[in-house]
Nanobody, 119 residues
Framework: QVQLVESGGGLVQPGGSLRLSCAASGFALEDYAIGWFRQAPGKEREGISCMNSRTGRTDYADSVKGRFTISRDNAKNTVYLQMSSLKAEDTALYYC????????????WGQGTQVTVSS
C-alpha cells in the first residue's frame, strides 16, 4: 500500500518562505527516489527537484536552484521541500512522487498541495 501525502501549502507574500512535506507510507524512503513537481494553470508540469534517498544526491531545476532545498527525515519517512525567496511565478499545485532508485519514471503520486505567492 504505497501512499504519498503532501501538506504545507498556502498563501505567502513574494520573498517569503514555505516548507512542504511529503509523508510516505507503504515503503521505505531509502529504497526510492522522491521528486517534487508543480503545475500552474495553462502550463506544463515541471519537475523541480528530486532526491536519491539512499545516497542523498539531489537535483534541482534551474528555475528553483539556490532558492529551494529538498531534505528528508528517515525516522518520519518524510521528504521536505524548503522554499525561500518565493516569487509569483512559483504559484502552482505542488506534487511529490516516488520511483525505484533505478527506474526512470515516477509511479506513485500524491494528491498535491497548493502554493500561492501573492501580495
Amino acid at each position: 500500500q504505497v501512499q504519498l501525502v503532501e501538506s504545507g501549502g498556502g498563501l505567502v507574500q513574494p520573498g517569503g518562505s514555505l516548507r512542504l512535506s511529503c509523508a510516505a507510507s507503504g515503503f521505505a524512503l531509502e529504497d526510492y527516489a522522491i521528486g517534487w513537481f508543480r503545475q500552474a494553470p495553462g502550463k506544463e508540469r515541471e519537475g523541480i527537484s528530486c532526491m536519491n534517498s539512499r545516497t542523498g544526491r539531489t537535483d534541482y531545476a534551474d528555475s528553483v536552484k539556490g532558492r529551494f532545498t529538498i531534505s528528508r527525515d528517515n525516522a518520519k519517512n518524510t521528504v521536505y521541500l524548503q522554499m525561500s525567496s518565493l516569487k509569483a511565478e512559483d504559484t502552482a499545485l505542488y506534487y511529490c512522487a516516488a520511483r525505484g532508485i533505478t527506474a526512470t519514471s515516477f509511479q506513485y503520486w500524491g494528491q498535491g498541495t497548493q502554493v500561492t505567492v501573492s501580495s
